[in-house]
């Protein structure tokens, strides 16, 4: 298995990397390090940071590989856990886009700042739109995480996807490796939508191979402030959403509960796909 994590040297690229040593030894993944840059500029966020190249280094290539491995270096765990880094120019959504590809990874991981809903309308963020466009899952960890925990994790279904149409391997995996609790977070459209509570229980213990399930209906008030309450309430790890595409007016009058749980959970969310 290979996890892939993105690097700008920030404080929400160190809550990544911490998090996905966590995962790649409970997983036995390889993870992939990548660092872009474009000419003497680095990315990070909305701003881009200039950084001239040193007498002691002869290009950005080299000054940025070195940078790296200083970065890295702070984390001990790595010692104990296959990894390679890598240091490119090039936009980052389009080098995530096409190692994910290229090295068939399992899951990126990587850390938000977050955004505004104004701002995150108007432009989304890196972690965003990288969950949008990679063919793989992808789990956003917020910069200000204070502890690590795979141990209560929260699906959140509607009724147009109460039966996912893919196997959810990382999902079945993260479950297993960490032993943990599966709370599924149904919305139901109406009031007057029936969903037959132990059915689907039923049908996520087999799906999963596992007992440890609850189902939570919700048919009032927004989906959004339904789940975010209910993440506090629950003191949920992860919380996971299927992926799917909305259609082009969709996006343009509103954000998407993709788009404004990345934003705001104080939970790191897992995009499945």
Not at 111 to 140: F, H, N, Q, R
Not at 148 to 167: M, T, V, W, Y
Not at 256 to 263: E, H, Q
């Amino acid at each position: 298995m290979k996890i892939l994590v993105p690097i700008d040297f920030s404080q929400s690229s160190k809550i990544g990397v911490e998090y996905a040593t966590k995962v790649a030894e409970s997983l036995n993944s390889e993870i992939i390090f990548v660092h872009t840059y474009s000419g003497g500029y680095q990315y990070a966020g909305y701003g881009a940071i200039a950084y001239p190249v040193p007498d002691n280094f002869s290009s950005y290539q080299d000054l940025y590989k070195e940078k790296m491995l200083e970065f890295l270096e702070n984390f001990p765990r790595l010692a104990t856990i296959k990894y390679k880094s890598i240091v490119t120019s090039g936009r980052t959504s389009d080098i995530i886009f096409q190692l994910a590809t290229e090295e068939k990874v399992n899951l990126v991981i990587m850390g938000t700042e977050g955004a505004g809903e104004v701002e995150g309308y108007l432009a989304g963020t890196t972690s965003e739109k990288i969950s949008m466009d990679v063919p793989c899952p992808v789990l956003v960890v917020p910069e200000d995480l204070e502890t690590f925990g795979l141990k209560r994790i929260c699906l959140a279904l509607d009724s147009d996807n109460l039966r996912p149409d893919r196997e959810l391997s990382i999902l079945a995996n993260l479950l297993m490796a960490f032993n943990a609790s599966l709370f599924i977070f149904h919305s139901s459209k109406s009031k007057d939508e029936n969903i037959n509570e132990q059915e689907v229980k039923d049908y996520y213990k087999q799906f999963f191979n596992l007992e440890n399930i609850s189902v939570h209906l919700f048919s009032d008030g927004k989906t959004e402030e339904n789940i975010t309450n209910f993440l506090k309430e629950n003191i949920i790890d992860v919380l996971a959403l299927l992926y799917r595409e909305h259609d082009f007016i969709e996006k343009l009058t509103e954000l998407g509960l993709r788009r404004k749980m990345i934003f705001k959970s104080e939970a790191p969310v897992l995009i499945l796909k």
